[in-house]
């Protein structure tokens, strides 16, 4: 059985947006499901610092790898985000058990798990810009994606 919804970084290496993307969490009151290995200690003083005093109140769960995550978890609605992605994260009907997928700021996703979710975008207008920081672009995603839970 899936629990959900959730904001599923895997191998993320800056601990400001971890905490940052923390603070989002607690404030939807959805998961946080860290996947390493992790680029940082969890209890770095910028992750602490980035998540202020809300870490108490962030539903935080932390996998090995991919592999321990798919098994632990088992989520049955996987949604990957890469700036190449066919679906306008606009355009998705999203379920409520909803698990957004990002990857690290660095390299984004292995093919292995953008092949096994929806693979969504957040569109950009302008040309010059690649994508976006992480921890941005997962909360603009989860405050369009969990609308329904608010």
């Not at 969490?25 to 980035?50: H, S, T």
């Not at 769960?61 to 992605?85: K, S, T």
């Not at 929806?118 to 969990?146: D, E, G, K, Q």
Request: glycine fraction near 6%; charge should be negative.
């Amino acid at each position: 059985m899936s629990a959900g919804p959730a904001i599923v970084l895997v191998e993320p290496l800056i601990p400001g947006n971890t905490g940052t993307i923390a603070r989002t969490c607690a404030a939807l009151q959805v998961d946080l499901c860290l996947v390493g290995p992790l680029g940082f200690d969890i209890a770095d003083k910028a992750v602490k610092r980035a998540g202020l005093d809300y870490w108490p109140h962030v539903p935080l769960q932390i996998y090995d790898d991919w592999d321990d995550f798919v098994a632990r978890r088992a989520p049955e609605a996987l949604f990957a985000f890469e700036e190449w992605g066919e679906a306008s994260v606009y355009d998705v009907a999203w379920p409520t058990d909803a698990h957004l997928v990002f990857g690290s700021e660095t390299v984004g996703l292995p093919r292995r798990i953008t092949g096994e979710a929806t693979v969504v975008r957040l569109p950009m207008r302008s040309p010059h810009v690649r994508s976006l920081n992480l921890a941005n672009a997962a909360t603009a995603a989860a405050y369009i994606a969990f609308r329904a839970l608010l």
